[in-house]
């Protein structure tokens, strides 16, 4: 049986996004920025003294964190009708 998705309002106009029920606006392109830095910050993260499966576990950790921030900080956007939609290309680049 499949799970019908959570109903959110729909925003109407960027304006509306802005808003989001008059308390926080969301800055998409700041948004994006923060992933970015995020992902700088994860390559630069001290390795903790942790040994064997710990240190194993961490490393795993910190590279599933940079490449989902990196990812994301790569995302183009746009809003249409309400949605946000970040798109991410993954091709190879062509160099």
Known sequence: MRRRPRSHPRLATRNDLSRLDGVAQLDVDAMIGRFRERAAAVKKRP?????????KKFMQQSQLDFQDFAILGDADWTLED?????????RPSAD
């Not at 390795?47 to 240190?55: A, I, K, N």
């Not at 309400?82 to 993954?90: A, C, F, H, I, S």
């Open 47 to 55: 390795l903790p003294p942790v040994e064997g499966d710990e240190r």
């Open 82 to 90: 309400g949605v946000l939609t970040l798109r991410v290309d993954l």
